[in-house]
């Protein structure tokens, strides 16, 4: 590799991005696939 080619490389540390506030029961309740894939089936028409 050239030293141009590594000066001009655009690499860094991310900016650190805040995270929205989840409620926790929300956070920690179990989401089952059957039940998501059956509400889904309902809904369409």
């Known amino acids: ?3 141009k080619q590594l000066a001009t490389s655009k690499r860094k540390p991310k ?3 805040a995270k929205g506030y989840v409620d926790g029961s ?3 309740s179990h989401v089952s696939t ?3 894939l059956k509400q889904a089936a309902l809904k369409r028409p």
């Open 26 to 28: 929300i956070a920690r």
């Open 34 to 36: 059957a039940r998501v």
């Open 15 to 17: 900016p650190l991005q």
């Open 1 to 3: 590799m050239s030293p």
